[in-house]
């Protein structure tokens, strides 16, 4: 069978998996709908929190990203599994004990004002818009590549998907469903790492092929470097950022995971605090499942290109390269006009992405506008394509290559829906119930969280028609954005006892307002008034995805000077913070 | 102070100090190994990796598995010590 028809197939059966479950699921309280009645066993809620965290991003991207930077690469490893130490150690009981729907919830008693709960709300709909924009990119590429569809229509078909589990199942729907993709594409990701780990190593297991021998007797990262070295690129295994920024991004991605309004939220719906604990360990397991083969992948794909193209005809090119090309996300210009592909370090274009002419070249190629003539790199490959390609490339067959196209949907969509189940329940529990409109029914209640999930997954959609940049890097943001908003102040909430609300919401707003300058200055600019500046300006040498770090300890700080400056928080207040840092006893476990 | 308050003042305290220490573990495997002493430990190696590189990639990641469980198992001793298990 061809690869189209088998994902087809694939695509369509794990869908009408997903439906059955959100109609299976439907919820009927705002309980069930925010919080899927708090009722989710640890094993069910670990897997949809690894599911509801490993995103497009992380499926598509993150091998890719890894596969061209080496050990650059790690700060996304670390920092995205670091952060959930933090979580389960630091955060995930507390707030379980605490027992409310939201993060804003949370802020907004611990602080005891209603501006506090609206600075919250305002930095969740900020962090949840940035990440929510990657995903439904994701959902375009995939539907694109494998279905052979307008990157539009691609989108179109996810917001329905999306619409239709969320709209229906809320948090209870998304939970469930949640739980079948990572199943999907857990399943995805191994199987073609494990083919291609034992076709280049001999050893099923890829974390541990990453660290073995190919067929000549070296050591397949040895190997990798000495490619590289020989092709002008820096060293696989040394990387090119200083010290300082790899710390920095890092510890902001750390902190940002953390801090991330969907993935915390996820802690409210298990029932007692023993349980937090063991979801956010149960969690990070399944998610360190694909994430230590991530790099094992990244090390694989990029030898197995290097060895296909480098200077290797282009006529002798296997159809993955073609149709890849016929994409846009391979291009080559045969700049020294020997009918070879050079691949070496440099860019092989101005600008980004490739631009292309009308006709083709002498042969064959698709002819493009913007080659970057000062430099001998001919090959321009998009870093988003080394997981989706990997099969192909490795010659796989074609139930595979199809397996990896619902792997990524499924990552797309679960992500997409947890973060439009914030964005919803911010503003239909934080902002309508909690201060617009107090006496709202239940019913009435439902209804505004339904109807706010419509609005975002529109808006979500047009982000993905018209995607600000790259997946990863956008994502990636938003984790500067949580780390420098939330963080601090939920951790001094928990465990600073004189934290109060001049202090919190100083904070809060400093980060915050500090991180989008820089977001803005350093990376995006704004669109027709303003430029970004290059790297040569960052401050202390610290880059936009690593100003977060920065940015958390000056909410730190601020909070701080501000909280011993103005009064203590009220005494009922106090005990409400001595009674979440115990399991029960002073009271059972908070009701909703 | 009740004898409520003492006892979770204790609590507490113990919490906190299991805390310290599996976070300083937490920064020690990650941004230690990993990324300030990265280069050092880059002159020995574990079978194909180099090992900061591994502690980068993989190790880094197999021990905050690790210290979340153990932390899991800790805090369950504590919660029975101090009667503050839940039903």
């Known amino acids: 069978m061809s690869v189209e028809l088998w994902t087809w197939i694939l695509v369509g059966v794990t869908f009408a998996l997903y439906f059955g479950i959100a109609i299976w699921a439907r919820a009927g309280s705002t309980k069930e709908f925010y919080v899927a009645g708090g009722g989710v066993s640890p094993l069910s809620n670990g897997m949809a929190t690894a599911a509801d965290w490993m995103s497009a991003a992380s499926f598509i991207s993150m091998a890719g990203i890894i596969s061209f930077s080496g050990y650059d690469g790690s700060v996304y490893l670390m920092g995205w599994t670091g952060g959930y130490v933090l979580l389960a150690l630091l955060l995930a009981p507390y707030l379980r004990k605490f027992g409310k729907f939201t993060v804003p919830d949370f802020i907004g008693d611990r602080y005891y004002s209603n501006t506090a709960r609206t600075v919250a709300v305002i930095c969740a709909l900020i962090v949840s818009f940035t990440y929510v924009a990657g995903q439904m990119r994701g959902v375009g590429i995939v539907f694109s590549q494998f279905l052979q569809v307008d990157i539009v229509v691609g989108v179109i078909i996810g917001m329905a998907v999306v619409l239709v589990f969320a709209f229906l199942g809320g948090m209870k729907g998304i939970t469930y469903t949640q739980v079948v993709q990572y199943c999907v594409l857990i399943f995805a990701f191994m199987v073609p790492a494990i083919f291609i780990s034992f076709q280049m190593t001999g050893n099923p297991i890829p974390q541990m092929g990453m660290g073995g021998s190919t067929s000549d007797g070296v050591y397949i990262l040895d190997k990798l470097d000495a490619l590289h070295t020989d092709l002008g690129f820096k060293e696989y295994t040394s990387g090119t950022k200083s010290t300082w920024d790899v710390f920095a991004i890092t510890v902001a991605l750390m902190v940002g995971t953390a801090g991330l309004p969907h993935v915390i939220v996820r802690f409210f719906t298990v029932p007692k605090v023993r349980d937090a604990r063991k979801s956010a360990g149960l969690a990070l397991l399944f998610i360190a499942i694909l994430y230590t083969t991530a790099p094992a992948v990244a090390v694989f ?9 480098s200077e290797k005809s282009y006529s002798s090119m296997p159809n993955w390269f073609k149709n890849w090309e016929e994409t846009g996300l391979i291009a080559w210009s045969d700049k020294n006009g020997d009918g070879k592909i050079q691949y070496v370090a440099g860019n092989a274009l101005d ?44 010659e796989l067959p ?9 792997g990524g949907l499924a990552a797309a969509l679960s992500t997409a829906a947890g973060l439009l189940l914030v964005i919803s329940t911010s503003v239909s529990h934080d902002l309508i119930k909690k201060q617009i409109k107090p006496n709202i029914s239940d019913k009435g209640e439902l209804m505004a969280a339904r109807i706010s999930i419509l609005v975002a997954v ?54 915050t307002s500090l991180m989008l300058f820089y977001m803005i200055r350093f990376k995006t600019g704004l669109v027709g008034v303003m430029d970004p500046l290059p790297a040569e300006d960052w401050w202390f040498g610290t880059s936009p995805e690593g100003f977060g770090t920065v940015a958390m300890v000056v909410n730190f700080v601020v909070s701080f000077v501000v909280s011993r400056l103005t009064a203590a928080p009220p005494k009922e207040v106090q005990e409400i913070v001595e009674d979440i840092r115990i399991p029960s006893g002073a009271g059972e476990a908070a009701q909703h | 102070m009740s004898e409520d308050k003492t006892k979770a003042k204790a609590y507490w305290k113990e919490n906190l100090r299991y805390l310290t220490i599996l976070l300083v573990i937490w920064f020690l495997v990650s941004c230690g190994a990993g990324i300030l002493f990265k280069d050092y430990l880059n002159q020995f190696s574990l079978g194909g990796f180099k090992l900061g590189f591994w502690f980068a990639q993989q190790g880094s990641i197999y021990v905050f598995v690790i210290l979340i469980f153990v932390y899991v198992y800790l805090m369950n001793k504590l919660d029975k010590k101090y009667g503050y298990e839940e039903e």
């Open chain 1, 398 to 406: 074609n139930w595979v290559i199809a397996l990896v196209a619902a």
């Open chain 1, 301 to 309: 794909a990029r030898t197995n290109m290097i060895e296909t193209v």
């Open chain 1, 351 to 394: 600008g980004k992405k490739p631009e292309f002419l009308e006709g083709r070249g002498a042969f064959g190629e698709r002819l493009v506008a913007n080659p970057n003539m000062a430099e001998m790199n001919e090959l321009y490959v998009d870093r988003d394509i080394m997981v989706l390609a990997n099969p192909e490339i490795a």
């Open chain 1, 458 to 511: 529109i808006v979500a959609g047009l982000f993905g028609i018209y995607p600000p940049g790259f997946v990863a890097a956008v994502v990636a943001l938003a984790f500067g954005l949580a780390a420098a908003s939330f963080f601090p102040a939920i951790i001094l909430g928990i465990f600073d006892k004189r934290m109060n609300k001049q202090g919190a919401i100083t904070g809060m707003v400093v980060g």
